[in-house]
């Protein structure tokens, strides 16, 4: 079951980086392909976070998996996939250091034990994953997205 919720755990902030990431670009939002897309990226990045590499690799594996899929199945150039992944990433390590913090100081919460309480983990991690999405719908309403932006 542990091993489950580890592959499952990333699912919920890689789509919504991904859902993030397409709305900076003004691609506008089909939640279906995000969601397919995300999930599979997501699912090899724990794969890829259970290999003996080094730390944050699979980050790094992600953002790559990102900035692939939206310049294959969209029409944005790599570079600006690249850019818009790449701030959507740093939105979600920004949002996940501050829940992280508040949660630890409002429930004084170790986040090192929390962190082997595999649930417990993924609940702390839900807020920034929804925060996330809201943002991209947020910014796909403000910047109106392109017509014709997927090529699928």
Do not use: Y
């Not at 392909?33 to 990045?45: L, R």
């Amino acid at each position: 079951m542990n091993d489950i919720l580890f592959l499952l755990q990333g699912i919920p902030e890689t789509i919504a980086t991904t859902g993030l990431s397409l709305a900076f670009a003004r691609i506008p939002l089909r939640w279906v392909p995000i969601a397919i897309g995300g999930a599979i990226i997501s699912i090899i990045g724990s794969a890829i976070k259970l290999l003996p590499f080094a730390l944050g690799l699979h980050t790094i594996a992600v953002l790559l998996m990102i900035v692939l899929f939206i310049s294959k199945t969209t029409r944005t150039s790599p570079v600006k996939s690249f850019i818009v992944t790449i701030s959507s990433i740093l939105i979600l390590i920004l949002l996940e250091l501050v829940i992280h913090l508040a949660i630890s100081k409002l429930t004084h919460l170790n986040l090192q034990t929390a962190a082997t309480d595999q649930l417990l983990w993924i609940l702390i991690g839900l807020p920034q994953a929804i925060i996330v999405f809201i943002l991209a719908l947020l910014i796909s309403k403000i910047n109106k997205p392109v017509l014709n932006g997927w090529k699928i």
